[in-house]
Nanobody
Framework: QVQLVESGGGSVQAGGSLRLSCAASGDTSSNYCMGWFRQAPGKEREGVASIAGDGGTTYADSVKARFTISLYNGRDTLYLVMTGLKPEDTAMYYC????????????????????WGRGTQVTVSS
């Protein structure tokens, strides 16, 4: 079991930055991959960034070079640093975790994740 609580969302102007945090508790061993997802009104949930148990990362093309995912204090806190924010980044952002068969696995597919936080809203104005 893993419990996830997101924070750090807010309203910023285009070009601004935010850092999202996800406090993880429970079984957060390296057998889990973790990720950030987002969902805008009327759209499907999409993967933003994922980090594997061995620290490997992957990003959606739309956020590459602007967003950075990282883990702190072992695996207790997951971060998403977002820079160069655009209005199209406006969405509810969710933290997720899932058991991975191998430590090098990561995923941007929502259905592959078991545990989810409740989300934090990010709004970017032009």
């Amino acid at each position: 079991q893993v419990q996830l609580v997101e924070s750090g969302g807010g309203s910023v102007q285009a070009g601004g930055s935010l850092r999202l945090s996800c406090a993880a508790s429970g079984d957060t061993s390296s057998n889990y991959c973790m990720g950030w997802f987002r969902q805008a009104p009327g759209k499907e949930r999409e993967g933003v960034a994922s980090i594997a148990g061995d620290g490997g990362t992957t990003y959606a093309d739309s956020v590459k070079a602007r967003f950075t995912i990282s883990l702190y204090n072992g695996r207790d806190t997951l971060y998403l640093v977002m820079t160069g924010l655009k209005p199209e980044d406006t969405a509810m952002y969710y933290c997720a975790a899932s058991y991975a068969r191998r430590s090098e696995l990561y995923s941007l597919i929502p259905n592959e994740y078991t545990y989810w936080g409740r989300g934090t809203q990010v709004t970017v104005s032009s």
